[in-house]
């Protein structure tokens, strides 16, 4: 049964009133969601889904910026040269598999078809099974994001509180860590996945390659 877009709003809403760590009300947390569907709607294109992209990536990073003064934010460890998230099953919006495509073509730069092809024949409970080199990005270079501008928003999504080498899921697989996900980011990261599609990025890319 579909349900239409007020039926998903709530639904997200107890959902992450569910998740949501600090007891928010549910009716402070669906005005949340609620604003942020309006505003990512009112700019969505659909002729011209890499601009869409970029706009929701910047509007991310500015929500964050409001959060780096929270005692949890200072205490992210991620550091410059960890790449271990960049060995995860990705998962990006249509309009970022776009705005991916258009830096391809325009960077010149190689897809790594073949890598690509390895990633798509798995998901994110099997994706451990890669070795180092086939789950590697196909956009990481000597441990940083070549691309980091344009990266996704699951990848902006992903920080962690705990020791950084949890984040190696070859190592430890079921591992789940603790990452600082204040409310407007987890509503935003919810919101877009209404708007359109996503997929694995492996899958996405190839899709648009061929
Ligand atoms: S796009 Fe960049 S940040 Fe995201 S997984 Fe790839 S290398 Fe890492």
Redesign the pocket.
Known sequence: MDLTDEEYIDLISIDIFREYQESTKLPLIKECVQHYYDELSKCYKKDDKATYAYSTLKLFDQTLVKWENNPDYKKITCKKGC?N??HVA?IIRDSEADLLIELIKKEKIDPKTHRLKKQSKKTDEDFHDLSYKESK????KNHE????EY??LN?RCHNTLDESKYCDVKKYPRRKHQKFLPLEIMVIQRVVQLIEDVGYMSNQLLKRLK
């Open positions: 790449s998230c960049c990705v990005c196909i956009f990481l994001c070549s691309i980091y990266r996704p990848c």
